[in-house]
């Protein structure tokens, strides 16, 4: 078991020593799983234990900061502040970790100032979360868009409570940053689109020469299925309009890229394999309805003569099964 199992079952058997001992443990082997120890600390609150489970948290903010580890410290610092009855008194010490871990960002400034953390009657926990919910949106961070596809902010406003995207067909579109969050979708170091910005010629080189291989650097780098409105979007800017059909027929090609649904509601979704994505199709196969099982068929026979030798055969038994269910169950005798 790993440490988050093994400190639930001693705090459910009240092994509060055993549990320090293996919370200092785990501190000396890696401090990184923050979650795990803050969950570790919220059970012992629950079986009573504040006064151990504030020490074993401090121990950890301690130890992150020798590290300097200053987001996972930051993290349980506010996690103290929001379990303390008087989070102001951690005030030095929350700035001091906020500013070393966004402290970098262009409008780190602008965004400390506007949000007045230093004022003595607010909450530092509050006023750091909102500093950090506005500079997720700070000058080049790069989101993706429904309609739009990929952009980048050009302009953080916190006093009017808006970010400036560029799009390929649309230029500073302001996006409220209370619904930033629900329209916006993060493009993390390594995403595909964020080439689109660094060597847009390259990635377009890229996207249409190895139309199956581009796709599957989509589906990998959104880590999720999409539907093919998801997809068109995504390649806005990088795909030419007049070629989308052509490069859409291409891309669907891939052998370890798998379609689930029919119609406009259809998802893709990567497998790592060949042979992966045609055991999915096989399960979801196996699933569907008989209206279902169809369209599957027709879409993926092209998988390989075993996968459409599977469908074939399913298919005709399941008509023989419906045939004899359905047949009279007795015939006048000549």
Request: cysteine-free; glycine content about 6%; hydrophobic content about 40%.
């Amino acid at each position: 078991m790993g440490f988050r199992e093994d400190a639930n079952a001693l705090i459910e058997k009240k092994k509060f020593d055993e549990l320090e001992t293996l919370w200092m443990g785990a501190l000396e082997r890696d401090p990184s799983d923050v979650e795990a120890f803050l969950a570790a600390a919220k059970s012992l609150r629950k079986a009573e234990q504040r006064t151990q489970s504030d020490t074993l948290l401090g121990l950890l903010a301690d130890t992150l900061k020798e590290q300097k580890r200053w987001a996972e410290r930051l993290h349980v610092l506010k996690e103290v502040g929001r379990l303390s009855k008087h989070p102001a008194a951690l005030r030095p010490q929350i700035e001091e970790a906020l500013r070393k871990s966004v402290g970098t960002h262009k409008n780190f400034a602008r965004a400390f100032d506007f949000a007045k953390f230093n004022d003595p009657a607010s909450n530092p926990v509050e006023r750091a979360e909102k500093i950090e919910s506005w500079l997720a949106y700070d000058e080049g961070e790069m989101f993706f868009m429904a309609g739009r596809g990929a952009g980048i902010v050009t302009e953080l406003n916190p006093e009017l409570g808006i970010a400036r995207l560029d799009f390929e067909k649309e230029k500073r579109l302001a996006v409220p940053l209370g619904a930033a969050g629900k329209y916006l979708t993060p493009l993390p170091p390594g995403h595909v689109l964020r080439d689109k910005f660094s060597d847009p010629a390259r990635l377009r080189t890229e996207a249409m020469s190895k139309q199956a291989d581009f796709f599957a650097r989509i589906l990998q780098s959104f880590k999720r299925p999409m539907t093919m409105g998801e997809v068109r979007d995504a390649v806005i800017g990088i795909v030419p309009e007049e070629k989308w059909t052509s490069w859409w027929t291409a891309a669907r090609k891939n052998p370890q890229i798998v379609v689930s649904g029919s119609g406009a509601k259809a998802t893709y979704s990567w497998n790592a394999s060949a042979d992966g994505a045609a055991n999915t199709v096989r399960r979801d196969f196996d699933k569907a309805d008989a209206k279902t099982k169809l369209d599957l068929a027709r879409k993926h026979s092209s998988r390989g003569k075993e996968l459409a030798d599977y469908f074939s055969q399913s298919l005709a038994n399941e008509a023989a099964e419906a045939a004899t269910r359905y047949s009279p169950r007795g015939t006048a005798s000549k």
